[in-house]
């Protein structure tokens, strides 16, 4: 195996760690914002003026915008190691 297909099974290895990553970050989103959902109903029934609703948009925001970042690197992360590897694949 020579230096290029090297690097290049190395990038599809940490792409897919990046796209795995990305998809337990996405559930994690999920569950974060019920639970902003439920904490917030909470607050609004108990008359409290130290919870807004910006609050819940701007860390969900955060959040989806540091998923958006690890889901690209992992496809670019793939997408270079598979040109890398294309050569080797086809032998």
Same mark, same amino acid.
């Given at each position: *195996? +020579?230096?290029?297909?090297?690097?290049?099974?190395?990038?599809? /290895? $940490?792409?897919? &760690?990046? #796209?795995?990553? /990305?998809?337990? $970050?996405?559930?994690?989103?999920?569950? !974060?914002? =019920? &639970?902003?959902?439920? *904490?917030?109903?909470? %607050?609004?029934?108990?008359? /409290? +003026? %130290?919870? =807004? @609703?910006?609050?819940?948009?701007?860390? %969900?925001?955060? +959040? !989806? =915008?540091?998923?958006?970042?690890?889901? #690209?690197?992992? &496809?670019? *992360?793939?997408? &270079?190691?598979?040109?890398? *590897?294309? @050569?080797?694949?086809?032998?």
């Amino acid at each position: *195996m +020579d230096v290029k297909a090297s690097w290049g099974f190395i990038s599809v /290895s $940490l792409g897919i &760690i990046y #796209l795995l990553w /990305s998809g337990m $970050l996405f559930s994690g989103i999920i569950g !974060q914002e =019920h &639970i902003f959902t439920e *904490m917030g109903a909470f %607050l609004n029934l108990a008359g /409290s +003026d %130290l919870y =807004h @609703n910006t609050y819940e948009e701007n860390i %969900l925001a955060v +959040d !989806q =915008h540091k998923n958006f970042v690890v889901l #690209l690197t992992g &496809i670019c *992360m793939a997408t &270079i190691g598979l040109l890398l *590897m294309k @050569n080797y694949l086809r032998k």
